[in-house]
């Protein structure tokens, strides 16, 4: 087989709703048709063998639109009545599938990342660092995705090769750690030009974090039909809980890197084992996905995870479960932190999915699991490229 890896963070295929539907529908009505299942894949044939060299061609099916405004292309494949496809305001977004409580709590990270419901995020991704994007269905194999698009998302080297190690003999026991949000990283949030860069998910979230609040909490009320209200609490209450700190300023035009480094308080990087130390570990996408997830699950700190970026282990880890979903505005991460050091059922929630996480990582995303999802993929993939795909069903 002839296999197309994404070497780029950023995926590359996105086919337009009105084609999608065609598609689906023909996939639909062959897979009704009842047919004799068979288990080896078709002979191969002499003409299907690689020429050498491979012919040269003089077009690509990729349109190259680097550190420009990317949002057209990224909304092509969802439907005309979907929020982000409105063409006249308000550009309201449609929580309600994802979250029920005005401070966001994330309840469906399905909905939530679906980035079709939320036409505000058309700043939050509208200069991705590298965006080179068919409109056509190619099978092409991509380390994350964006709901909008239809790449094959296969298990990253980056993780399978430990970029990001947790070494056990750094351990630092939960009632061992500091009851604070660490977080660590640059301004990979995608092209930052014409004052775009305020409104992109890193520098937007690091300055939430170091602003003057004023921060909202829930306070018990029994008269509430819930049992809470939101209160605000003082700056100075929330401050000794957060870390959320930038290293670098990058991926950015001149005067754009300027007024961030005017902004930020740049700190120098630390070992990545002084995160270990810290009770709470924020995790967030940068150009896609984030590489230290799987150290930080392994940590036995309670990971906090923004995710628009869709993995081949997505259907692999539970919400609330296995580690604490958030939200892009990140009103509720206060709360999240007070309720979980000081409420008595917090505080057993909060350590029992961080010792979950941990001991579910250790089962189900091993460089083994990696190996068989790649093998079963490889599988499914020979299948569909075999003339006779409809026959061979592995019975």
Same mark, same amino acid.
């Given at each position: 087989?002839?296999l197309?890896f994404?070497?780029?963070?950023e995926?590359?295929?996105v !086919?337009p709703?009105?084609?999608?539907?065609?598609?689906l529908?023909?996939?639909?009505?062959?897979?009704?048709a009842?047919r004799p299942?068979?288990?080896?894949?078709? %002979?191969?044939?002499l003409?299907?063998?690689p020429?050498?060299?491979?012919p040269?061609?003089?077009?690509?099916r990729f349109v190259d639109?680097?550190h420009?405004?990317?949002?057209?292309?990224?909304?092509? %494949?969802?439907?005309?009545?979907s929020?982000?496809?409105?063409l006249f305001?308000p550009?309201g977004?449609?929580?309600?599938?994802?979250?029920?409580h005005?401070?966001?709590?994330?309840?469906?990270?399905?909905a939530?990342?679906?980035?079709?419901l939320s036409?505000?995020?058309?700043?939050?991704?509208?200069?991705?660092?590298?965006?080179?994007?068919?409109?056509?269905?190619i099978p092409?194999?991509?380390?994350?995705?964006?709901?909008s698009?239809?790449?094959?998302?296969?298990?990253?080297t980056?993780?399978?090769?430990?970029k990001?190690?947790?070494?056990?003999?750094s351990?630092?026991?939960?009632?061992?750690?500091?009851?604070?949000?660490?977080?660590?990283?640059?301004?990979?949030?995608?092209?930052?030009?014409?004052?775009? =860069?305020?409104?992109q998910?890193?520098?937007?979230?690091?300055?939430?974090?170091?602003?003057s609040?004023?921060?909202?909490?829930?306070?018990?009320?029994n008269? %509430?039909?819930?049992?809470?209200v939101?209160d605000q609490?003082?700056?100075?209450?929330?401050?000794?809980?957060v870390?959320?700190?930038?290293?670098?300023i990058k991926s950015?035009?001149?005067?754009?890197?300027?007024?961030?480094?005017?902004?930020?308080? !740049?700190t120098s990087?630390e070992?990545?084992?002084?995160? =270990?130390?810290a009770?709470?570990?924020?995790?967030?996408?940068?150009?896609?996905?984030?590489?230290r997830?799987y150290?930080f699950?392994r940590?036995?700190s309670?990971?906090?995870?923004l995710?628009?970026?869709?993995?081949w282990?997505?259907g692999?880890?539970?919400?609330w !479960?296995h580690? !604490?979903?958030v939200?892009?505005?990140?009103r509720?991460?206060?709360e999240?932190?007070?309720?979980?050091?000081?409420?008595?059922?917090?505080?057993?929630i909060a350590?029992?999915?961080?010792?979950?996480?941990r001991e579910?990582?250790?089962?189900v995303?091993r460089?083994?699991?990696?190996?068989? =999802?790649?093998?079963?993929?490889?599988?499914?993939?020979?299948r569909?490229?075999?003339?006779?795909?409809?026959?061979?069903?592995?019975?």
């Amino acid at each position: 087989m002839d296999l197309a890896f994404n070497v780029h963070d950023e995926p590359r295929i996105v !086919v337009p709703h009105e084609d999608l539907e065609v598609i689906l529908k023909r996939a639909r009505e062959n897979s009704q048709a009842v047919r004799p299942v068979r288990n080896t894949f078709s %002979s191969s044939h002499l003409d299907l063998e690689p020429s050498d060299p491979y012919p040269s061609v003089a077009h690509t099916r990729f349109v190259d639109l680097t550190h420009q405004f990317t949002w057209s292309h990224t909304q092509l %494949s969802w439907p005309p009545s979907s929020p982000a496809r409105q063409l006249f305001p308000p550009f309201g977004d449609d929580l309600a599938p994802h979250s029920s409580h005005e401070l966001g709590f994330v309840t469906n990270i399905t909905a939530f990342s679906d980035i079709c419901l939320s036409p505000s995020l058309n700043s939050t991704f509208d200069r991705l660092s590298s965006f080179q994007v068919s409109l056509d269905l190619i099978p092409v194999f991509s380390p994350s995705k964006l709901s909008s698009f239809q790449d094959i998302l296969y298990p990253l080297t980056w993780y399978y090769m430990e970029k990001v190690p947790y070494d056990e003999e750094s351990r630092v026991l939960w009632r061992e750690k500091d009851p604070r949000l660490y977080w660590r990283g640059s301004t990979s949030s995608g092209w930052a030009q014409n004052g775009n =860069w305020p409104h992109q998910l890193r520098q937007s979230i690091v300055m939430y974090f170091n602003s003057s609040g004023p921060f909202q909490r829930l306070r018990k009320q029994n008269t %509430s039909p819930i049992g809470w209200v939101t209160d605000q609490f003082l700056t100075s209450d929330f401050a000794p809980h957060v870390d959320v700190q930038l290293t670098e300023i990058k991926s950015c035009a001149d005067s754009n890197c300027e007024a961030q480094l005017r902004t930020f308080d !740049v700190t120098s990087m630390e070992p990545q084992a002084e995160a =270990w130390k810290a009770r709470y570990l924020l995790d967030m996408d940068g150009n896609t996905f984030s590489g230290r997830f799987y150290a930080f699950m392994r940590s036995r700190s309670l990971p906090l995870k923004l995710a628009y970026f869709r993995e081949w282990h997505w259907g692999r880890l539970q919400p609330w !479960v296995h580690f !604490v979903p958030v939200s892009w505005q990140v009103r509720e991460v206060p709360e999240l932190v007070r309720y979980f050091e000081e409420e008595e059922e917090g505080t057993e929630i909060a350590e029992r999915v961080a010792e979950t996480g941990r001991e579910w990582v250790g089962r189900v995303l091993r460089t083994e699991d990696m190996e068989v =999802w790649m093998f079963r993929l490889l599988l499914e993939f020979g299948r569909l490229v075999d003339d006779g795909r409809q026959e061979i069903g592995y019975s």
